[in-house]
């Protein structure tokens, strides 16, 4: 199986059921994930927003329902990690999400403490029915 990463087109985006989890940001770098010349779902992440830190981000990933099951999850973020030199991705999830949260624990992400999951509540940068987790690189 090869997989790729190419320019982000956003008709295949707009084409794929559950794109809405998928927020485009001016600060993030998305790609198509083409999978043995098809494309196969959308990567990409929002770079954080302090200048000086630009060795993580935010990733999002949608896979279209065809693909997965494949690895395409690990394979996508982690050519997104090399090309972008990232040392770190966070995630956040739905906590219904239960698919991509075992899918992300099973490639190596982490959640965050309940104490940072807090801070991060409290202070308005994550929902009550989300989680985050991370991955170091």
């Not at 896979?63 to 999850?73: D, N, P, T």
């Not at 997104?80 to 991509?100: P, V």
């Amino acid at each position: 199986m090869i997989t790729e990463l190419a320019d982000f087109n956003q008709n295949y985006l707009d084409s794929l059921p559950g794109k809405e989890e998928i927020v485009i940001s001016d600060k993030g770098l998305y790609h198509t994930i083409i999978c043995d010349g098809t494309p196969a779902g959308v990567v990409g992440f929002i770079k954080p927003k302090s200048e000086t830190q630009t060795d993580w981000g935010f990733v999002q990933i949608i896979i279209a329902s065809e693909f997965r099951g494949r690895g395409l999850v690990k394979i996508a973020e982690d050519l997104l990690a090399e090309k972008y030199g990232l040392k770190k991705l966070l995630a956040t999830i739905k906590l219904e999400n239960i698919a991509s949260m075992k899918s992300h624990k099973k490639l190596g992400f982490k959640i965050l403490s309940e104490e940072k999951i807090m801070e991060l509540r409290t202070k308005g940068l994550l929902k009550e029915n989300e989680v985050r987790l991370e991955k170091i690189y």
